[in-house]
């Protein structure tokens, strides 16, 4: 009988871990990495292009995706001259830079699926990956050239200026690409919803379509 019930009790236990995605108990949580100044995205200077693909949805149940998407991107409205102009990227909470690229062509307005190795392919976007306090990782994509305030390895608490919006990389417009990932699950998605995981990573996730809060952790 305990015998039977520790088994079932395991069984339990393991179904349970299976089913979360994979979280420490210390869990870092976002803030919208972009700054929210009114000259940046504030006053409508940034939109949601695309959310996370959950094969043909987003997280919400929505259309707001496209096929095999790994991250969220958010465009500037005012297109290259906002670019031009300077739209900073912000860490979205506190960590170590672990890796960066830079010094690719950064004007793309399309994605060169020809060759990944040529400017505006796959594989030439200057970038940015932070890992946080509990293992997780976030990724700065397609930044602007040349623009990137610190060096590898540097450790920074939230909200920092680390780099400005660029199109460096297979990308057709100003945007920044913002990627969520967690050691031995890989990619996953800050966003909790419907048709996504129900839990969300942001300190505040705001409405559907709208940006996430700027409070840190
Ligand atoms: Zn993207």
Known sequence: MIRALTRKLTLAL???LLALPAASHAQTMFRFPISMLGD???NGGCVVSAYKDYGGRDYACGGVRYSGHT???YALSGGFGKMDYGVWVMNAASGVIESSVDGYYDRCNYWNQSNPYAA???YTANYMIMRHGDGSKTLYWHLKKFTQ???RNTSLSCAYWVAQVGSSGASTGPHLHFEYWVPGYGTD???GGACGTPFTRWTSQGAYRGLP???CQ
């Open 189 to 191: 998605d800050p966003y």
């Open 71 to 73: 991250g969220t991107d």
């Open 120 to 122: 505006c392919g796959l």
């Open 213 to 215: 809060g700027i409070a």
């Open 14 to 16: 393991a179904l349970t």
């Open 40 to 42: 940046q995205c504030g």
């Open 149 to 151: 305030q610190f060096a």
